[in-house]
């Protein structure tokens, strides 16, 4: 059924690709295809999504279990399967009195600890108060990531 989804998006995306077009159809465009969260806008109105090829999207996210997934890492389920533990991305957000168990133990003492120190060290490479081998400020620095 995937395979079937993905076709049908496939082709609705060659067919609808002239916004003028798309919003001459639907003058209410923007309303349907629109958030607002405080400040914040969300405005997809000015690409060839449509309502049905939203539709398929959305059913193609229930097929693959996405509502399911993000239930299981809001919980502190081990979803990442390659490393058999959990994906802590909302732990690093969630503010200080929020608690996110994984194997039955709060891991949010342990994430603001750290944030804690990674702040300090930030500050101090800022400030000049940590500085390089040869003990001048840092000029340039990597951030290398991961996930």
Known sequence: MRQEIWTELSALARAHT??????AADP?????????FGDI???VSRT?????????LLDLAAQAGVEAQRDAMFAG?????????????????APR???????????????HETLERLFAFAQGVRTGAIAATNGQPFTDIVNIGIG
Do not use: Q
Request: charged share 30%.
């Open 18 to 23: 002239d916004i003028r077009a798309i919003f």
């Open 97 to 111: 009195g929020t608690r996110v168990l994984v194997d039955g133990v709060d891991v949010m003492p342990a994430v």
């Open 77 to 93: 389920e081990k979803i990442n399967i390659t490393e058999n533990r959990a994906v802590l991305h909302t732990a690093l957000r």
């Open 41 to 43: 806008l969300l405005d």
């Open 28 to 36: 209410a465009r923007f309303d349907g295809f629109s958030a607002r």
């Open 48 to 56: 060839s999504l449509t309502r049905e090829s939203l539709a398929r």
